[in-house]
């Protein structure tokens, strides 16, 4: 019994390990694995290149089909490349367990000390999340002589022998285990692995070990599957071409297990190699035979997944895939459209203000009110995807961004909320009542109004390209609308005292409305401050400009 759970708990081991190396390679080289992914489009051989090589550090087809089912759900990328990518990518793992075949455990301690060092040093750093994947490389290595230990111990045992003679061979229900299997533990490499170790061991026959290697093929094809039934149909089309290319392969392979039985052996030795061999030998096969397929089975996987035309709002596509929380840098991407989208949503009916107010349009603002009831799901949406990404798998610059979008999601929502209660005075105080502003008044409020327009689409500028000019500029239009705001407000006093009567019976109405345009154009220069602070160009309570110091300067001395 004591072997028997120290076998198990070496497995669960290398499923812990290969876990570890995923992740910690996704935080480190997520950005720039998602740019190898996406500059690999134009050419299916080149996407397949791409997808052997971001794989084989990934140590996951599983995670690169993620991605890129994230790519394909942002229109980012094609399917017919996606799924070229994929062959790239089941042709990558299989190089891994080829290299983690061989006697590697000299290498365990020096990972794990390295790791350890490394993590616990610089633990929230890329120089931490390097060490977290040398104790993952590190626990694989040991997990895998642990194996081969435990099952040595455990094959000398009467019972287990006696259980492995009445063993016979059925390849159907050892690809269903081997599938089984992979998907539980959600790594097809940790089961190809423990395959050849149990092989090498003697505890599983090798012709088993080979309808295990074919199973855990085609649960890694069921595993993307799974991961993705709640994302769009967009991103669900590329599991479903893999699994696809899967069961074809699986369906053309199986019946030459028993010729590599014959000629493997003698030729490669060890029951290892035979295995990991046969594992790289289909993925090979498959991508060789089914490159040139990627276009057909493409257009099958649109026929049996139709996109769906229900996955909008306020008319446009959702940005936020659930696929995409598995590598930070690309769900803060996703984030980063929905709040575009957001905004969008926002000058939509900050554009429709001035329309209302110049011709009494009361079914306009009903309209526009409502509108404020899509910002305000698509900042709760934002919001709940956002606390989905772990912040410890993100790095200095991506825990900034991660608060920026926060930000201006909230500055957004607050728009939304004041656009929604002027439009709500204007029908009150203007449009029920049948009163006019004054032509210098409305005047006025169409000056404040084309500048907020104007502020608002730089301020959607700087909060997507971070440009720092960009946002000196947007912060000192703060000053200039405040001090327009000042002007306007002494103006209409002024218009009060002359006795004006359009200006006296919108006076109340007047004054709120460009109060309010005061207020929404400081949420809007607000995006600026990050993006300067980061830059170190903002002082604690003013712009640095050497033009108004020197200002300043000149003014003190007199």
């Known amino acids: 019994m004591t072997h028997l759970l120290n076998l198990l708990a070496a497995i669960a081991l290398l499923v812990w390990g290969t876990h570890l190396v995923r992740t910690g390679i996704l935080r480190v080289l997520g950005a720039n694995l998602r740019n190898v992914l996406a500059s690999s489009v134009s050419n299916h051989f080149k996407a397949m290149a791409s997808g052997v090589g971001v794989t084989a550090l990934v140590q996951s087809s599983t995670a690169t089909a993620l991605i890129v089912s994230a790519f394909v759900g942002q229109g980012l990328m094609a399917l017919p490349s996606a799924l070229a990518v994929m062959l790239g990518a089941d042709i990558g793992t299989s190089l891994m367990a080829v290299l983690f075949s061989r006697d590697l455990s000299w290498l365990s301690p020096l990972f794990i000390f390295v790791g350890v060092v490394l993590f616990i040093a610089r633990q929230s750093t890329t120089v931490g999340r390097v060490g977290r994947i040398f104790i993952g490389l590190g626990l694989m290595l040991l997990a895998l002589s642990l194996i081969k230990e435990s099952a040595n111990v455990l094959t000398q045992a009467p019972a287990v022998k006696a259980l492995l003679a009445s063993l016979s061979s059925d390849l159907l229900l050892e690809i269903t285990m081997g599938a089984l299997l992979a998907v539980l533990s959600y790594s097809s490499l940790a089961i190809v692995l423990l395959t050849a170790t149990l092989a090498t061991t003697h505890v599983i026959p090798v012709d088993v070990a080979l309808g295990l290697v074919l199973g855990a093929n085609l649960g890694s094809g069921l595993l993307a599957v799974l991961t993705t039934l709640r994302a769009n149909v967009e991103t669900r089309q590329v599991p479903l071409g893999h699994l696809l290319f899967k069961m074809l392969g699986v369906a053309l392979a199986a019946p030459f297990v028993n010729l590599w039985l014959q000629h493997a052996p003698p030729l490669l030795g060890d029951a290892a190699t035979v295995v990991v061999l046969f594992h790289l030998g289909f993925n090979l096969m498959a991508g060789t035979l089914f490159i040139g397929l990627t276009r057909i089975v493409a257009r099958c996987t649109e026929y049996w997944l139709p996109k769906a035309q229900t996955n909008l709002v306020a008319g446009r596509q959702r940005h936020l895939d659930p696929s995409a929380l598995a590598t930070p840098s690309l769900a803060l991407s996703c984030a980063v459209r929905e709040a575009m989208h957001q905004a969008d949503v926002v000058e939509t009916m900050l554009l429709g203000v001035l329309e209302v107010i110049k011709k009494n349009d009361e079914k306009l603002a009903q309209q526009l009110q409502k509108m404020d009831d899509t910002v305000d799901e698509l900042y709760s949406a934002i919001k709940y995807y956002l ?45 029920r009542h049948g009163r006019e502003f004054s032509e210098a008044g409305l005047m006025e409020i169409t000056e404040l109004h084309t500048r907020l327009i104007n502020n608002l689409r730089l301020g959607m500028a700087v909060f997507l390209n971070g440009n720092v000019h960009d946002a000196q500029k947007l912060l000192e239009e703060k000053t200039r609308f405040r001090n327009l705001e000042h002007t306007y407000a002494t103006n209409h006093l002024n218009r009060l005292s002359d006795n004006t009567l359009p200006s006296i019976e919108t006076s ?36 640095r400009e050497p033009v108004l110091d020197a200002k300043l300067q000149v003014t003190a001395s007199k």
């Open 387 to 431: 606390t989905k990404i772990s912040r410890e798998a993100l790095s200095e610059n991506e825990g900034r961004r991660w608060t920026d979008i926060i930000s201006f999601t909230i500055n957004m929502e607050q728009i939304g909320d004041i656009i929604e209660r002027v439009l709500m005075d204007v029908d009150d105080k203007k449009i």
């Open 508 to 543: 109340s109405l007047h004054l709120d409305l460009i109060s309010d345009l005061k207020r929404i154009n400081s949420l809007i220069c607000s995006i600026a401050y990050p993006i300067l602070d980061s830059a170190g160009v903002l002082a604690p309570n003013r712009l």
